[in-house]
């Protein structure tokens, strides 16, 4: 069993896979918190490509899910959620990235190539979504996004750490 021996794996892709594969439980459990918190352990531990980029696009649908997303208009999302939705397109980016830095480098990468296609819809479709917002009265502006801007980020540390800085 390698590192398990002693009960404590010090395989960054093996303890990465084990918390994605927590995280996809916790997906089949309905539990969208836990699932993000595992997909983004795993992140931090710099899996191999493979790994990341189904963790970057899964904890993206998660994100998605939990917010719900696709069953409501842009407008109705509040700025708090928005900075979610921020999120999201920075996961659905870091899987075109993974997958374009690594292609040539890994040949198990290839066959992720459509995780990559989508990821990459999703950047062209969904920018636009939440924008605008409905104000009290009815009437549609443009999200305020100096104050978006001074939120603070939800909490996930692999946006913040990925990819690692090399010395």
């Not at 649908?61 to 959620?81: H, K, L, M, N, V």
């Amino acid at each position: 069993m390698g590192g398990r021996a002693s009960g404590v794996d010090t395989d960054p892709n093996a303890l990465a896979l084990d918390h994605y594969k927590m995280a996809a439980s916790a997906m089949r459990m309905d539990d969208p918190l836990s699932a993000i918190h595992h997909f983004d352990e795993c992140l931090c531990l710099n899996p191999h490509a493979e790994i990341a980029m189904a963790a970057w696009f899964n904890l993206a649908t998660t994100i998605i899910r939990q917010y719900r997303f696709p069953q409501r208009a842009g407008d109705t999302i509040s700025d708090e959620e928005y900075k979610w939705h921020e999120c999201v397109m920075k996961c659905f980016a870091k899987v075109v990235e993974a997958y374009e830095e690594a292609v040539d480098l890994r040949p198990g990468v290839k066959q992720s190539f459509q995780m990559y296609s989508r990821a990459k819809d999703n950047l062209y479709r969904m920018p636009v979504y939440g924008l605008v917002v409905t104000a009290a009265r009815g009437n549609t502006k443009q999200r305020d996004f100096e104050k978006v801007t001074n939120m603070p980020d939800p909490p996930i540390r692999s946006l913040q750490l990925y990819p690692p800085k090399t010395q």
